[in-house]
């Protein structure tokens, strides 16, 4: 195996760029005591700790929003004398590096676009082999949130000389004394195709108002960079806070000596793994690094619920109570109208529930319960403006979009009129919202992306929902307008109002069924998408 010969020393937590957080423990930390690993691959190939990351930070890129993030990757391909091959570190590698969100703590997610880099082994440092490595740079910063910083090498990459070169690495074999058996493991090594490693990076809200990133300032970090040397540490303080209990229950006589010394040695033996117990300068470090961590995990949750709650008012405030019942409560008056020959059978309902006392009490309790729900103040508005509307105005009387007389059919122009201001009024109140939402107008990716999508699918269906009323009714079977006359109609309509002309087109031969479900699957897939409904729960609960 290959010795690190100098440890490196303790790297501080240092102000690259003001406020990032870049923590390093010393070399000999991200590596494992191979003689000691487990290993999936029988009877032993040591892919382990193959490509590290080592000394990588994040950095701004000049005076505006740009950054770039630079590092190395160390390698461990160490070739034995006596193949007529170089003998030591093998360079010529060609080493993979990639940025991608993370979708979990554990699960990674999309790789950020441009964010692939080959970096190439020419040097070596400590022993091992090193390859320094620059991302293309971002125009824009990255959202918060976290990252994994992936490094592979992948062998049908390499040259045919290096998959070659790779069987006469004896660090990466068990005890092969056989010649065939040695043979079997090398092909079985360049069956698994890859050998990798890994770092994450914690991003909070480095984008400034002013138009530039701002990493915060020592004390108050917004990015931390850390590679797997801290997971070593960090197995460390699991382990001896196990030794330090095991004393003490020894101490406390609810062990026996003999218990204790067993439960010592295994301890003992898994820090030996991990290089040994850990120095009060690493201790200290560790505890700093999870503090940074901790701080970065509330700005990343925090930023996040701010995006959740714009999308709980735009789904549910401005799609669902201001929009959508705008145009579902009178158009199924109207279509209920045209089919029963009757335009004031839902005025006489609505007045005569407006007179019962039953009914006025329930409804009076459902309002006192939405003033006491923990929502959002722009949704409790429009929820009671939505019931007062309802219940006690006659804004969506049939009789105000329909024409009276011997046969009771759609007013095409009032209906339109009505249509109108609200789809006008809908683009004017969600538009910013979904500025706000569509995340690269600030940052270089789009958070949520298919949640995005689908909310503004919703806000789009909403758009054409009345028009799509408009087309059912005219050409149902009491009305008959021909399909092609309406589409027609409509086409004219479009081209007078280039503002909404998109979403009228857009009911050209569609239902409105057909339109409300795509505003029910575009509401719930937003929902879904940003864990709407677990926010929700918790909401106001902090």
């Known amino acids: 195996m290959s010795a690190i ?34 290993n999936p691959l029988p009877p032993s190939i040591y892919i382990d700790n193959r490509v590290v990351v080592r000394n990588f930070r994040l950095e701004a890129n000049g005076a505006g929003s740009g950054i770039v993030i630079k590092g190395e990757v160390w390698t461990d391909f160490e070739v034995e004398a006596g193949h007529g091959l170089p003998e030591g570190q093998m360079t010529g590698l060609k080493v993979e590096v990639s940025l991608s969100e993370m979708r979990t703590v554990t699960e990674p997610g999309r790789q950020v676009p441009s964010q692939f880099a080959t970096a190439n082994v020419n040097a070596v440092e400590q022993g091992f082999g090193l390859a320094g490595f620059e991302l293309p740079e971002l125009s824009k910063p990255l959202p918060p949130g976290m ?63 002013a138009g530039g990133v701002d990493f915060g300032r020592p004390g108050a970090e917004k990015v931390l960079c850390r590679d797997r040397s801290f997971d070593t540490v960090s197995w460390l303080v699991v382990y001896e806070k196990q030794r330090a209990d095991v004393e003490a229950d020894f101490k406390a006589k609810k062990i026996t000596k003999q ?45 996040e619920d701010k995006l959740r709650e714009s999308y709980w008012v735009l789904l549910d405030g401005h ?47 459902k309002v006192a319960e939405y003033k ?65 939402l569509n995340t690269t107008n600030r940052y270089c990716i789009q958070k949520w992306p298919e949640a995005y999508d689908s909310a503004k699918a919703a806000r789009d269906a909403v758009l054409t929902l009345g028009f799509a009323h408009e087309f059912t009714v005219r050409t149902d079977k ?58 929700m729960a918790k909401y106001g609960k902090k």
Request: charge should be neutral; proline fraction near 2%; hydrophobic fraction near 40%.
């Open 372 to 436: 006491a729900r923990k929502t959002p103040a722009a949704i409790t508005e429009a929820a009671l403006k939505f019931f007062d509307r309802r219940d006690n105005s006659g804004d969506w009387d049939s009789e105000k979009f329909t024409t009276g007389g011997a046969k009771i059919v759609l007013d095409v122009k009032k209906w339109r009129e009505h249509v109108l201001k609200v789809a006008r009024r809908c683009i004017k109140d969600t538009q910013p919202i979904l500025d706000v």
């Open 259 to 303: 218990q204790r010394d067993r439960f010592i040695a295994g301890i003992d033996q898994n820090i030996a793994v991990l290089g040994g117990a850990a120095s009060k300068e690493e201790s200290a470090e560790h505890v700093r690094v999870g503090e940074v961590s901790a701080k970065l995990a509330k700005q990343i949750s925090d930023w």
């Open 478 to 535: 009491v009305m008959k307008d021909a399909a092609d006359t309406v589409k027609d109609d409509l086409e004219s309509l479009a081209a007078a109002n280039a503002d909404v002309a998109e979403y009228i087109r857009g009911a050209k031969g569609v239902g409105y069924s057909t339109v409300q479900g795509r505003i029910n699957a575009g509401v719930q897939g937003a929902k879904n998408g940003v864990k709407l409904f677990q926010f």
């Open 5 to 38: 010969k100098t440890t490196l020393a303790l790297l501080a937590l240092s102000a690259i760029g003001a406020g990032v957080c870049c923590a390093e423990f010393p070399a000999h930390r991200v590596r494992l005591q191979r003689d000691q690993m487990q």
């Open 147 to 209: 990252y994994l910083l992936a490094v592979a090498v992948i062998f049908e990459r390499q040259t045919v000389k290096i998959r070659e070169t790779l069987k006469w690495c004896p660090d990466w074999y068990g005890d092969y004394g056989n010649p065939i058996e040695h043979e079997k493991a090398y092909q079985e090594l360049l069956r698994l195709g890859r050998v990798k490693g890994d770092a994450m990076l914690h991003v909070g809200d480095i984008c400034n108002d």
């Open 319 to 365: 799609i669902w109570y201001q929009a959508c019942n705008s145009i579902t409560i009178p158009g199924n008056n109207v279509a209920a109208a045209v089919t029963a020959n009757n335009n004031q059978a839902d005025k006489d309902a609505r007045t005569k529930a407006m007179n019962d006392p039953v009914i006025a009490a329930d409804r009076a309790a």
